[in-house]
């Protein structure tokens, strides 16, 4: 790989996380690995709304295998439409049992919820506008976003669903 393709100021921060995400780059070409596996850490121990999260994963991983074959910007926006459509009817589920159980954080999941869907609104604008490097920050907040409101928001509903009969 040249050192031309590797300083270059758009492609350093893609070469920079996948040398602090331990992926490797050989050859031109880059090992696909999954940025995320499934695992009980990220379970709130409700089958429909792990299995749901389960598709939210599928979806950033599609983003990275897209990334790390050269692909990341003219997929995006399919799986931002992919994103908004899912998280729509996720998001929705989430609060309609959290409504109906009368879950007491369900105004801040809104908001969570609300956060999320304007930010991916907000890089949808972006890609329109051709803007250099959005697959990347993209891939990022998703990472840093599912992973963080699963395990410190949405595990806190867990006991109030299981004591409405919702497992």
């Known amino acids: 790989m040249s050192a031309d393709v590797r300083n270059n100021w758009y492609t350093r921060g ?38 749901q999260h389960k598709k939210l994963f599928e979806l950033i991983n599609r983003l990275h295998e897209a990334m790390s074959t050269g692909k990341g910007n003219a997929e995006l926006g399919e799986i931002l439409n992919g994103l908004n459509e899912y998280t729509a009817t996720h998001f ?8 109906s159980f009368g879950y007491t954080g369900l105004a801040e999941q809104k908001k ?12 949808a604008k972006e890609l329109s ?3 250099l490097g ?3 920050e ?3 907040f998703l ?15 867990t006991e109030n669903f299981h004591a409405h009969g919702l497992e």
């Open 92 to 99: 929705a589920d989430e609060e309609k049992y959290m409504e």
């Open 138 to 140: 993209v891939l990022n």
């Open 14 to 51: 893609y070469f920079e996380y996948h040398e602090k995400e331990n992926i490797s780059i050989h050859g031109g070409g880059v090992s696909i690995m999954s940025l995320f596996t499934w695992n009980e850490k990220y379970s709130v121990h409700v089958e429909n709304m792990d299995n």
């Open 143 to 157: 990472k840093d976003w599912l992973v963080n409101h699963i395990q410190n928001i949405d595990t806190k509903y």
């Open 112 to 123: 969570q919820h609300k956060i999320f869907i304007d930010k991916i609104n907000e890089y």
């Open 129 to 131: 506008e051709k803007r």
């Open 134 to 136: 959005l697959s990347i």
